[in-house]
């Protein structure tokens, strides 16, 4: 059974970082894109940032470019997102969801872990 | 980027009917549209992929279809599990974007 599970998310000063974690299990990780989704409370959804299986490629959202950065060790089948700099309006649950290809292009997700909330607030 | 524009925002339906939601892209997608259920409290599940491919385990009351730019979404014989806001998302792009949801209500 595929399974994936995030965790990292917390409550956090504007200006900090904050590092989300995601642990997949029950399909071969490396052969799959991963990507983070965001819900903000109450709003639809936002992809937040997108890797290929080998990590050699990204993709990210406007709103989070140069803030945020995507990897994922392979060898751990562990997915990361190191937020820097956060702001209040990057409020929101993250999801961590499995891509159906290898590349970045072309993916729908599924499935999803159960997400984790990260709070920006003074 | 390609704009997703979902219609309606909010639909009210009972238990049996059958019920549409469009999904409009700004640019044509060709086939590259998934569907997703969400629930209060939970992940999104997908439910369509490539526009009319019903994702396994997934009851067949749920269909898609379209390609371009106009793409629908329809349940037929509502069922009380269905209520839930759903979402459309194109993936022909690096740009990924999702609609902004409808919400599916008991009437």
């Known amino acids: 059974e595929v399974q994936i599970l995030e965790s990292g998310g917390g409550l956090v000063q504007p200006g900090g970082s904050l590092r989300l974690s995601c642990a997949a299990s029950?399909?071969?990780?490396?052969?799959?894109?991963m990507t983070w989704v965001r819900q903000a409370p109450g709003k639809g959804l936002e992809l937040v940032s997108l890797?290929?299986?080998?990590?050699?490629?990204?993709f990210y959202a406007d709103s989070v470019k140069g803030r945020f950065t995507i990897s994922r060790d392979n060898s751990k089948n562990t997915l990361y997102l190191q937020m820097n700099s956060l702001r209040a309006d990057d409020t929101a649950v993250y999801y961590c969801a499995k891509g159906q290809r290898t590349a970045v292009t072309n993916n729908w997700f599924d499935p999803w872990g159960q997400g984790t909330l990260v709070t920006v607030s003074s | 980027d390609i704009q997703m524009t979902q219609s309606p925002s909010t639909l009210s339906a009972s238990v049996g009917d059958r019920v549409t939601i469009t999904c409009r892209a700004s640019q044509s997608i060709s086939n590259w549209l998934a569907w997703y259920q969400q629930k209060p409290g939970k992940a999104p599940k997908v439910l369509i992929y490539?526009?009319?491919s019903l994702e396994s385990g997934v009851p067949s009351r749920f269909s898609g279809s379209g390609s371009g730019t106009e793409f629908t979404l329809t349940i037929s014989g509502l069922q009380p599990d269905d209520f839930a806001t759903y979402y459309c998302?194109?993936?022909?792009?690096?740009?990924?974007?999702f609609g902004q949801g409808t919400k599916l209500e008991i009437k």
């Open positions: 890797i290929s299986s080998t990590g050699g490629t990204t």
């Open positions: 490539k526009a009319s």
């Open positions: 029950g399909f071969t990780f490396m052969d799959y894109a």
């Open positions: 998302q194109q993936y022909n792009s690096y740009a990924y974007a």
